[in-house]
């Protein structure tokens, strides 16, 4: 399965499906790969962005603590839907 992020300047975003199809069938290292690239460029003060079809963010991630607070929240949301699906 292929995941595009788009690269602007300082910043990194993701559409909201991709992003949704990354956290739920993605693959470990998919999923970890695309973390690490993310956290890169928030080290490097820069924002990461989950936009809708619209191009509208849906939500704006600007340091690195609080990615890693967010990507707690996906990797509960990731357990639940493996879960889900193997009943």
Same mark, same amino acid.
């Given at each position: 399965? #292929?995941? @595009?992020? #788009?690269?602007? /300047?300082?910043?990194?975003?993701?559409?909201?499906?991709?992003?949704?199809?990354?956290?739920?069938?993605?693959?470990?290292?998919?999923?970890?790969?695309?973390?690490?690239?993310?956290?890169?460029?928030?080290?490097? #003060?820069?924002?990461?962005?989950? @936009?809708?079809?619209?191009?509208?963010?849906?939500?704006?991630?600007?340091?690195?603590? /609080?990615? @890693?607070?967010?990507?707690?929240?996906? /990797?509960?949301?990731?357990?639940?839907?493996?879960?889900?699906?193997?009943?």
């Amino acid at each position: 399965m #292929n995941f @595009e992020l #788009n690269f602007l /300047e300082h910043d990194v975003s993701i559409a909201e499906d991709t992003w949704t199809a990354l956290v739920t069938t993605g693959s470990d290292t998919s999923l970890a790969n695309v973390r690490a690239t993310i956290l890169g460029v928030l080290e490097r #003060n820069g924002t990461f962005t989950i @936009e809708d079809s619209n191009d509208q963010a849906v939500r704006r991630i600007e340091t690195a603590a /609080e990615f @890693e607070g967010f990507m707690q929240e996906v /990797e509960m949301q990731r357990t639940q839907f493996q879960q889900d699906q193997a009943q």
